[in-house]
C-alpha cells in the first residue's frame, strides 16, 4: 500500500506543480504571517564544530548575528547517505530520503539500466551557458517549503534558489520556484534551465557580462593574517601566464570554484537577485534559498582540520556581515527571518584519521565489486553478477540472475554478507531487508538510519554503511562525507528573526524539523511529505 501511495503522490505532484498563469488559478491570498522575505541560508559541508572551533575569530554581525538566533547545537541527519543532493532535498521537505526520493547525488536506475543524476532532466535545455540539457526538481517527491508557501498565496509569493552546484539550487528551490539559478564553470555564468524560462532576465544576462571572477585573475589565495595556523601564508596560487592561457579561461574558472572568493561573487549575485526581483517588496512573504557550495569544494580538497578549512569559514564570517549589512539596507533586518543549516559533515582526511589512530582503511568499491562477484559466482556461477556499485549501493545484474535461475532475495543476501566481509564495510541490508524493515531485521540506530535512505522505487540491491572514519575517497580529493556517523551527520540549526526565541537549546532535533517550524510560524500547510515535527521550543 505504502508503494501504491507514493508512486500515485509522485505522480500528483509532477501534475500538479508546474507554475500557473494566474487565469488557470485565481488569486486566493491565504493569511500568511510571516516576514517580507524569509532567507534560507545552507552553507555545504559545514559541519556544527565549525561554529564553535572559529568562534573566537567572528567579527561584526556574520555568524555572530545567526548566533543570536535560535541555535540548536544536536541538530543531526538521521538517514545514512548524507550528501549534498539529499541533504539539500531534506532542509525544505522536511522528509528524509525514503519519502522525497533523493537518496544520493546519483544513483543506478534498474528501469532505464543507467546511473541518473538526481537533478537531471533531458526534457529540458540549459539557459545562458553552453549547449546542453537542463535540471529540474522532477525526481524530487512531494512539496518543499517554497511551494506550499506559493500555493498558500495564490503564488504571489517569489521563491528564488541560487547555488554553485545545480543540485543545490533546484532542490530547495522546488516544484513552483519563479527562478533557479547556479554556475557554470566553463563559461563563468550563472546559469538556468528551460523548466523555469526560456531566457535569463536582463539583470543575470548584465551580472555574467560582468564576468566577476576577472577581478581574481593572477590573485593568490592569501590567508588571513588571524586565521589559526595559517598566518597569511598564500595557501593557493595561481598563474595564467605559466599555462600561455588569458584569464579567466575554463581551468581558472574552476580553481577559482575551490576558493572563497567565489563566495563573495555568489552572495553579490544573491544581492542583485534581491535588488533586482524585488524581493521582500511585495505584499507577502518571498523566499530566498541561497547555498554556498564553495566550502564543500575546499573541504573536499583540504579536510576539516585544515588550515584552508579555518581560513574560508573565517572569511565567510566577513563575508556574511556585509552581505546581511546589504539585505538591511535593501529590505530591512527586522523584515527578514533566516534559516541556517547545511546539507551534511565531513570527515577527517583517512591520511588525518591513520595518523591519529582512529580509522583502518577504507572499502574501495572495487573490492566490494570483485567480493561479490566471486561469492555470487561460488553460489550460482560465473557471472558477471554486479552491474554497478558505489560508496552505497550494489546493483545486481538482472540478465545473469535470471540466466542463472537465481532468487533474486537469496542473490542481495550472499552480495550482503559478501560486501559486509570486506574491511571498511560496518554492515550491508539488502533491499528486500529494508523493504520489509519490521518483520525482517531486529531495531537499531544504524538500521534506522538505513530505513530512513531506503526509498523503495530508486534503492540498490544491497545497501552498504561505511565502519567509522573508513571513508572512501573518490579519486581528485582527500576529504568525504555520506556516512551515518557524526562528523558527517550534526549540521547546524539557527533560526533567527522576529519569531524565535534566541538561546542555545541542547535538545536533540533533525533537519527534517526546519520546513515544519518555518511552515508553522508562516501559516502554512505542511510540505506534502514531512516527517519531522516543528520545533515549538523556539517560537515566540
Not at 112 to 127: F, H, I, N, P, W
Not at 217 to 245: D, H, I, M, N, S
Not at 339 to 357: I, L, M, Q, R, W
Not at 456 to 485: C, I, K, N, Y
Request: hydrophobic content about 40%; charged content about 15%; aromatic content about 10%.
Amino acid at each position: 500500500m505504502y508503494a501504491l501511495v507514493s508512486a500515485l503522490s509522485g505522480i500528483l505532484i509532477l501534475q500538479r506543480f508546474p507554475a500557473p498563469t494566474p487565469e488557470e488559478h485565481p488569486v486566493r491570498v491565504a493569511n500568511v504571517h510571516g516576514p517580507k522575505l524569509l532567507l534560507i541560508l545552507v552553507i555545504d559541508q559545514f559541519r556544527y564544530d565549525y561554529l564553535e572551533r572559529f568562534r573566537p575569530y567572528f567579527v561584526g554581525r556574520g555568524f555572530n548575528l545567526l548566533l543570536g538566533g535560535a541555535n540548536f547545537v544536536d541538530c543531526r541527519y538521521d538517514y545514512a547517505t548524507t550528501v549534498t543532493c539529499a541533504g539539500h532535498a531534506t532542509l525544505l521537505t522536511g522528509a528524509y530520503p525514503n519519502v522525497h526520493g533523493i537518496i544520493a547525488n546519483e544513483w543506478f536506475d534498474n528501469r532505464s539500466y543507467r546511473k541518473v543524476y538526481c537533478a537531471e532532466d533531458s526534457g529540458t535545455t540549459l539557459v545562458g551557458g553552453p549547449v546542453g540539457p537542463g535540471m529540474s526538481p522532477r525526481k524530487l517527491m512531494g512539496s518543499t517549503l517554497g511551494d506550499e508557501l506559493r500555493l498558500a498565496t495564490g503564488f504571489q509569493s517569489k521563491v528564488v534558489a541560487i547555488s554553485l552546484k545545480d543540485r543545490a539550487s533546484v532542490m530547495p528551490g522546488g516544484h513552483t520556484a519563479n527562478a533557479a539559478y547556479w554556475y557554470d564553470a566553463a563559461s563563468g555564468h550563472f546559469v538556468t534551465s528551460t523548466y523555469y524560462m526560456q531566457a535569463l532576465p536582463p539583470w543575470v544576462a548584465a551580472f555574467n557580462q560582468s564576468l566577476p571572477a576577472k577581478a581574481y585573475c593572477g590573485k593568490a589565495w592569501q590567508a588571513l593574517p588571524e586565521t589559526p595556523g595559517a598566518g597569511g601564508q598564500v595557501l593557493k596560487q595561481f598563474t595564467p601566464g605559466l599555462l600561455a592561457r588569458p584569464c579567466p579561461d575554463s581551468q581558472f574558472l574552476g580553481w577559482l570554484n575551490a576558493t572563497p572568493y567565489m563566495t563573495e561573487i555568489e552572495l553579490n549575485f544573491a544581492l542583485e537577485a534581491v535588488k533586482q526581483e524585488r524581493l521582500g517588496q511585495g505584499a507577502t512573504t518571498d523566499l530566498l534559498a541561497l547555498s554556498l557550495s564553495e566550502n564543500d569544494y575546499i573541504g573536499h580538497g583540504y579536510g576539516p582540520y585544515s588550515v584552508e578549512v579555518a581560513d574560508v569559514t573565517i572569511r565567510t564570517d566577513r563575508y556574511l556581515a556585509d552581505f546581511f549589512n546589504s539585505l538591511d539596507r535593501l529590505v530591512g533586518l527586522d523584515n527578514v527571518w533566516i534559516a541556517f543549516s547545511s546539507d551534511h559533515g565531513v570527515a577527517p582526511t583517512p591520511a588525518f584519521s591513520v595518523e591519529h589512530h582512529l580509522s583502518g582503511p577504507a572499502a574501495a568499491p572495487l573490492a566490494v565489486g570483485a567480493a561479490v562477484e566471486d561469492a555470487l559466482s561460488k553460489a550460482f556461477g560465473a557471472g558477471p553478477w554486479v552491474e554497478d556499485v558505489d560508496e552505497f549501493y550494489i546493483n545486481l545484474n538482472r540478465f545473469t540472475v535470471q540466466k542463472r535461475g537465481a532468487e533474486l532475495a537469496k542473490a542481495e543476501a550472499i552480495a550482503a554478507e559478501a560486501a559486509a566481509s570486506v574491511a571498511g564495510v560496518r554492515t550491508a541490508f539488502t533491499h528486500t531487508q529494508l523493504q520489509l524493515l519490521q518483520g525482517s531485521l531486529p531495531y537499531s540506530p544504524i538500521t534506522r538510519k538505513a530505513s530512513n535512505s531506503f526509498n523503495e522505487r530508486r534503492s540498490g540491491d544491497v545497501f552498504m554503511v561505511q565502519d567509522l572514519f573508513a571513508v572512501t575517497v573518490p579519486p581528485g580529493t582527500e576529504a568525504h562525507h555520506g556516512a551515518p556517523w557524526s562528523y558527517d551527520a550534526q549540521v547546524p540549526l539557527i533560526l533567527w528573526g522576529s519569531v524565535f526565541k534566541p538561546g542555545i537549546y541542547a535538545v536533540p532535533c533533525e533537519p527534517i524539523d526546519l520546513a515544519p517550524t518555518l511552515a508553522v510560524a508562516l501559516g502554512l500547510t505542511q510540505p506534502s511529505g514531512a516527517q519531522g515535527r516543528p520545533l515549538s521550543i523556539a517560537l515566540k
